[in-house]
């Protein structure tokens, strides 16, 4: 319902400033402070420190980081590759079986990622595909949950394509590999780049699945951040939160920059 009158407004945008602040930066400085505190015994933290980020810059919690950053890039990045095919495959087909075939695409997004990762451990525990204990079986975890979401985001953007500089394109006598490299495939690159940006920043915080399979040596952020907190060590696990929110966040801007110049121009 619009409001148009000023009080109204108003009281719309006080509204929302406290749901705002209450639920979502009040937690966040909180964690904020957590991650900075010493001790932390009255209403707020009694002394402060940076020893928590120090640490992250060194031994298990760098190689959460790491372990984080190449997932998310690797899954995203593939992805967005089989999001797109797909998306441009169910373009050219009829209404009906690109409609069903959508949405068997989107049943992996529908079931909880906690059944997603027990799956993947018991299919995969066995010969003739071992990948239980392997990173392979994080990577495609992460594959199966963020593939949808590439997908809807790519047909979302070919939806809003006009059809006229395809056309124009094969009416001068394009090859249909030229019209997609050079024509149809810059015109969407505002979607591509968002989708990744999507599906990297699922990946980055996907705990569910990962933490049913994720092997020895290839501990994510969310992971470590669960295992610390579950041992008590919650000013670690906020120090690590804190730069899985920085990580994820200067990506994100950055793409979206990627983005808005590729609309632009």
């Known amino acids: 319902m619009l409001v148009w009158s000023r009080p109204g407004r108003m009281l719309i945008w006080t509204v929302f400033a406290l749901l705002f602040g209450v639920l979502f930066l009040a937690p966040l400085a909180v964690i904020l402070l957590s ?5 932390w015994n009255g209403v707020l933290p009694s002394g402060f420190t940076v ?15 790491k372990a984080s950053l190449v997932t998310g890039f690797l899954a995203s990045a593939l992805a967005l590759v089989s999001g797109t095919w797909a998306a441009l495959a169910l373009r050219i087909q009829d209404a009906t079986l690109a409609r069903v075939l959508g949405v068997l695409f989107f049943i992996p997004s529908a079931v909880p990622s906690v059944s997603v990762g027990l799956g993947l451990l018991v299919a995969f525990s066995h010969p003739p595909l071992l990948l239980n204990g392997t990173i392979a079986i994080v990577m495609v975890a992460h594959f199966v949950l963020i593939s949808a979401f590439t997908f809807g985001n790519v047909s ?23 019209r997609l490299w050079h024509v149809t495939l810059p015109l969407l690159t505002p979607y ?6 999507l599906s990297f920043a699922l990946s980055m915080g996907e705990l569910g699945a990962t933490v049913m399979v994720y092997p020895p040596g290839w501990v994510t ?9 579950d041992r008590g060590d919650v000013f670690a696990g906020a120090a690590l939160t804190m730069v899985l929110v920085a990580v994820t966040l200067i990506l994100l801007l950055g793409l979206e ?3 808005g110049r590729q609309t632009r121009s």
């Open 35 to 39: 991650s900075l505190a010493d001790q």
């Open 192 to 197: 591509l780049v968002a989708a990744f940006g």
């Open 221 to 229: 952020l969310p992971v470590s951040i669960f295992s610390l907190t």
């Open 257 to 259: 920059r990627v983005a």
């Open 156 to 178: 979302a953007g070919l939806a809003r394509l006009s059809p006229d500089f395809e056309q124009v394109a094969s009416s001068l006598g394009a090859r249909p590999a030229y």
């Open 51 to 65: 020893e928590h980020y120090t640490d992250v810059a060194q031994g298990a919690a760098w190689k959460a980081v």
